[in-house]
Structure formats: C-alpha cells, structure tokens
C-alpha cells in the first residue's frame, strides 16, 4: 500500500474523534438551560402568588430580580449554545470538503487499480508470468504479487465505503446543527422578549415602592435592630461553648496530673466530631464539602444575597445580610445541610425559631423557622429536619441560611451546591 493511501486513512480515521467532545458540551448545556428554566418557571409561580395580593412589596420586587437574573443568565446560555453550534457547523463543513477530496482521491486510485487488473484480466497471463519465473523464489513472489494487489483492491473500495457513511454522518450532523441553532435563536429571541417584560414590571414596583420611602426606611432599621440581637444571640452561644470546652480541658488536665493548675484566659473552638462514622475531624470533613452542601430546603431559590447589598429601591441605603433568604413554599422542611449537633435554640424577633448546628469549628444557623423538631445537644444527620420554614406578615416564606467559622461570617452560596 502507498503513502497516500496511509495518509487518506489516516485522516478519515482522526475525524471520527471530533464528535464525541462536541456531545459532552451540549449536555453541559442542555443541563443548565434545564436548571435555569426550571428556577425562572418557579419564581414566576412565587411572583403570582405575590400579586394575588394585590400589593407590592420588597418581595415581589426580589422575586423579580431573580427571576430577571435567570432570564438573563439563560440568554447567556443560549449565546454559548449558538457559538457551540456555529463552531460546529463550520467543523462539519470542513469535514464534509475533506471527506470528499479523501474518496475523489480514493476513486482514483482504485480506479487506477481497476484498469491495471482490466490489463491483466486474464488468469493465463498471470499464470504465464508466474511461470516464466526462472526459480522457484521469483515464482513465490510474482504470486505474492498478484494476491497483494486484489487484497489492496478489496481494501480501497472498503475504506471508499467506510469514507463515504462518514460523510453521510457528517452531512447528517451538520443538518441537525443548522436545525438546532435555528431552534436556539428563536428560543432566544423570545427569552429577550419576555426578559423586557419582566423588566418593565420591575420599573412599575419600583415605582410603586418609590411612594413609601419612610415606611422602607423603618422596615429597614428594624431589621437592622434585629438582626443586631440574632448576631448577639449566636455569638453568646459561640462564647458559652468556648469557656465550656476551657472548662472540660482544664478538669481533664487537673485528673490526669493530679495538680493544680492555674485558670488561663487561651481559647480554643476545636470540638470532636459529632455524627461522621469516618472517625476523623469533621473540621475537614465540613470543608471538604464546600460547593456541595445540600440545600436548607427541598426547593427554592436565594432572594436575598449575602453581605452588603445597596437596598432595591431606596437611593444611599445598604442593607446587610449575614446569610443568604431562601424563599420556598409554605410548609416546606428545613433540613441540616451537614451532620452535626445542635448548639442551640432560641427564638429572635423578625427572625422567629433559630437553631444552630455545630460542624467542628464551623456552624451553619437555621432562621425565620415557625417551628423546630429538634433540641439542643441532640445529634442531626445531613438533610434531618430541624424545623418548618415560616411566612411573614408580606407573605414571604423564607428561611435565612448562614455558615460561620466561629465568629466569622462565610458567604453560604459559596458552600452550597449549585
């Protein structure tokens, strides 16, 4: 066989390695437009529901932020889908033109082939030929010859084949792309449409909202007072365990050494694990999981962010949020997002039933709760139910999320799944 005919086979048979790739980037984007999709049908659940009464509020006006923000997202989604697809079109035309130079050339060789064996067509010039061999040696190779020549025959027209269903495949494919970026720009363009018109409801709340300045103004220093009183609240408990776990090791060293020790003012937040069978730290167990937490609840989405947020209609004014609100339907179970033990329980104003978990060193805080299933000192499971999420006055039914490490405050949607 020649080099030509290497080289032909060759780039028939890496071609067929580009698809696969392609495969696993549209599921990646099957899978989030899903996901987004699925999110923006819900909060427009949970914006009907807060028109139905028939008042507008901070919390219909958050619904709509995040439902514009997964709008938007899902536009960006469709943007890369479309580049994917373009990439692609343009990959299977290049293939399709390489594909058919490959079996133009094949053709001609085999064509070339064809006509040498039309020259010798007849058996008793081959066997004449063999026999004029002058030894037994050139004779064994002027047969090798001949068979050499119908075998490399039989596998030009085969490769001729296989070359031409890859072109059918590839012709194939890039059909169905020009199909499905058809399909994308047109899901596109009416996600753009509808973005708009959630975007002119926005301005209508907005508006709305502008009438009532002070009313906002009072809701948002009250907040601030409470949540003033729930970091208090959290951050007492913090203090207790430590000097309790000062307390225990000091009486530990006392029974071990037999002596007397003096009290020291050194702190230390190290706690043994609670619930891992694993055996280790659940300190690295709980950091380990950073991005894969479960959710508080079942289902839902964050209307409100973590950290300082300038206030959605209010002009200068910040409002500061040491967790992440979730918002979800009424009823819904809040659940542990890690196995640990329950540090505490208490009740706080603008925030109802709060527990605390303790993971190690870190702590994950469960609030605006109507009821708790749970105790303190008891031993939780991942996704265990500690309570029922509560609705508000404004018909909100949230749970605020947050995740410490000791005192210090993390961002929660760093930590949960995504």
């Known amino acids: 066989m020649n080099k030509s005919f290497f080289v032909i086979m060759a780039g028939i048979l890496l071609s067929l390695a580009v698809f696969p790739a392609h495969g696993q980037t549209k599921k990646k984007l099957q899978d989030k437009k899903k996901k987004l999709q699925s999110e923006i049908k819900y909060t427009e659940k949970k914006i009907r529901e807060t028109q139905d009464l028939k008042k507008n509020s901070i919390h219909q006006l958050e619904k709509i932020n995040r439902n514009i923000e997964a709008r938007s997202e899902l536009i960006r989604t469709y943007e890369t889908e479309i580049r994917s697809?373009?990439?692609?079109?343009?990959?299977?035309?290049?293939?399709?033109?390489?594909?058919?130079?490959?079996i133009e050339s094949l053709k001609k060789s085999y064509a070339g082939m064809v006509y040498h064996a039309w020259l010798n067509r007849h058996n008793l010039n081959q066997s004449l030929f063999i026999l004029a061999s002058d030894n037994f040696n050139e004779a064994f190779r002027r047969a090798r010859y001949f068979k050499q020549i119908g075998e490399m025959r039989k596998d030009r027209l085969q490769v001729i084949r296989e070359a031409k269903l890859k072109k059918e495949k590839a012709v194939s494919q890039l059909q169905e792309n020009k199909q499905s970026k058809t399909v994308a720009l047109t899901e596109q363009t009416r996600e753009a449409n509808e973005l708009q018109k959630v975007r002119n409801e926005k301005e209508t709340v907005i508006t709305s909202l502008k009438t009532k300045e002070k009313e906002l103004l009072t809701k948002?220093?009250?907040?601030?007072?409470?949540?003033?009183?729930?970091?208090?609240?959290?951050?007492?408990?913090?203090?207790?365990?430590?000097?309790?776990?000062?307390?225990?090791?000091?009486?530990?060293?006392?029974?071990?050494?037999?002596?007397?020790?003096?009290?020291?003012?050194?702190?230390?937040?190290?706690?043994?694990?609670?619930?891992?069978?694993?055996?280790?730290?659940?300190?690295?167990?709980?950091?380990?999981?950073?991005?894969?937490?479960?959710?508080?609840v079942e289902k839902g989405f964050i209307s409100?962010?973590?950290?300082?947020?300038?206030?959605?209609v209010l002009s200068k004014v910040e409002i500061k949020n040491d967790g992440v609100d979730i918002t979800t339907d009424k009823g819904s179970n809040v659940r542990a997002v890690y196995k640990g033990e329950v540090s505490?329980?208490?009740?706080?104003?603008?925030?109802?039933?709060?527990?605390?978990?303790?993971h190690g060193q870190y702590l994950t805080v469960y609030c605006h709760l109507s009821s708790v299933s749970v105790s303190k000192g008891a031993k939780v499971d991942t996704k265990q139910k500690v309570g029922t999420v509560a609705t508000d006055d404004e018909g909100k039914t949230f749970v605020n999320f947050q995740v410490r490490n000791g005192a210090t405050v993390l961002n929660p949607s760093l930590w949960l799944s995504r």
């Open 85 to 102: 697809l373009e990439n692609e079109i343009q990959s299977n035309q290049r293939e399709v033109k390489k594909l058919n130079n490959s």
């Open 220 to 296: 948002v220093e009250k907040k601030k007072k409470e949540a003033e009183q729930l970091t208090a609240k959290i951050n007492a408990i913090i203090e207790k365990e430590i000097r309790d776990a000062n307390k225990t090791a000091k009486t530990t060293t006392n029974t071990k050494t037999g002596t007397k020790t003096t009290n020291t003012n050194t702190k230390t937040t190290t706690v043994k694990e609670t619930g891992n069978t694993e055996g280790g730290a659940l300190t690295s167990g709980f950091e380990s999981n950073k991005g894969r937490l479960p959710w508080p």
């Open 304 to 312: 409100g962010k973590f950290g300082v947020q300038p206030h959605p």
């Open 344 to 358: 505490g329980v208490f009740k706080v104003d603008g925030y109802e039933n709060v527990v605390i978990l303790r």
